[in-house]
């Protein structure tokens, strides 16, 4: 891939509506895509919306449209989301909310969901109202990923498990390219790979290394969970979260197809636990990491000095935590998804008691 350093100048995903990358530009065909699964999200520039689709291991870009708006505006309490969805789907089937992301150029957020087994993605506007987005005929890119997992379950016990589903697990826009997180079906899975964007030529990606201080040893086969990508000592990197709860530091400008990258395990979170979404953002000039977790809440974790950190290179057990130091933010006990609005402002998805879901807008804290 081509260099990101001189290019990347602030830790978040393509933004503005002055952005170069405007979809405009790319003069997309329009087509109507075959969504086998609909899972990780993430916008580019001007209402582009990517679509991880692990079923049919492939990535989905398309044109929403939805390009203006004020995203300091918004102000959301969606009180049963699930009720919410299923009005904007027309039907009363199950649903599941599997990721939520917000638009930057119009403060609009989009979920994608599984509803009567079949794959969909929703708009929950300004108002509070939920719409379902139409995939006909959109202007749109499909990357098919080459070496995905088979679809199959493979392990015994309770390690059997069906790896196709973790293809993709996370994604972002960074200058022009797509940085996708997820599984190949290579000898060592753990993956990493930028596409240009338009999707073209899809390459291999590069297999990942890291030391798992809560395992005291090197892995290479368990995917990146969530991550983020921010400047760190002038250097395009990513901060990815991994299951059990590694915080690993990656080069972009290392990660190259058919490479294995070895990571920087810049904190050790806490063993018995999954991170589930993540976004950093400025306060006090200062950079944070706010981390939602399965069974270890929200934390906010500081990135002061994160350039200077070697890495953790010893164990570290009976669930400690060691690196990067952090808080955990009570308020926000049972988000289980996030994306960032304005500077001081997110949307989150809380789960309160009977699992019953709501979608707010919180202050950053």
Request: proline share 5%; charged share 20%; hydrophobic share 40%.
């Amino acid at each position: 891939m081509r260099s990101l350093t001189t290019l990347l100048t602030a830790a978040v995903v393509a933004t503005s509506a002055a952005s170069a990358f405007a979809v405009d530009i790319y003069k997309l065909p329009k087509g109507t895509p075959e969504l086998q699964s609909a899972g990780p999200l993430a916008f580019g520039p001007e209402g582009l919306l990517l679509i991880g689709d692990n079923k049919a291991a492939q990535i989905v870009a398309i044109d929403t449209g939805d390009s203006k708006g004020d995203p300091r505006a918004i102000e959301l309490d969606v009180a049963n989301l699930a009720s919410s969805v299923k009005q904007a789907l027309g039907n009363d089937e199950e649903v599941q909310i599997n990721d939520l992301t917000v638009n930057p150029a119009s403060g609009n957020v989009y979920l994608s969901v599984t509803s009567g087994g079949k794959p969909g993605i929703v708009r929950i506007q300004a108002d509070g109202s939920s719409h379902a987005v139409s995939l006909k005929d959109v202007p749109m890119s499909v990357a098919k990923l080459p070496n995905a997992p088979e679809d199959k379950v493979t392990g015994e016990g309770r390690r059997a498990r069906n790896n196709r589903g973790s293809t993709i697990t996370d994604l972002a826009f960074v200058d022009g390219q797509v940085i996708v997180s997820g599984l190949s079906s290579a000898s060592s899975p753990s993956n990493v790979r930028a596409l240009t964007f338009p999707f073209e030529a899809v390459n291999n990606g590069s297999s990942l290394e890291i030391y798992h201080a809560a395992h005291n040893k090197v892995e290479d086969y368990a995917p990146i969970r969530t991550f983020v990508p921010m400047m760190i000592d002038g250097k395009a990197s990513l901060l990815a979260g991994f299951v059990c709860t590694p915080l690993v530091r990656f080069d972009l400008n290392d990660i190259q197809a058919g490479e294995k990258v070895k990571g920087t395990t810049v904190a050790e979170l806490g063993n018995m636990n999954q991170p589930l979404d993540m976004i950093v953002y400025k306060q006090d000039s200062k950079d944070y990491l706010l981390l939602a977790n399965s069974k270890r809440g929200v934390m906010k974790i500081s990135t002061a000095d994160i350039e200077k950190n070697a890495g953790l290179t010893e164990a570290v057990t009976g669930g400690g935590t060691a690196g990067q130091p952090y808080e955990t933010i009570a308020s926000l006990d049972g988000t289980i998804q996030l994306d960032k609005l304005t500077d001081d402002r997110a949307v989150v998805i809380m789960q309160g008691d009977g699992g019953v879901l709501t979608l707010k807008t919180v202050a950053l804290p």
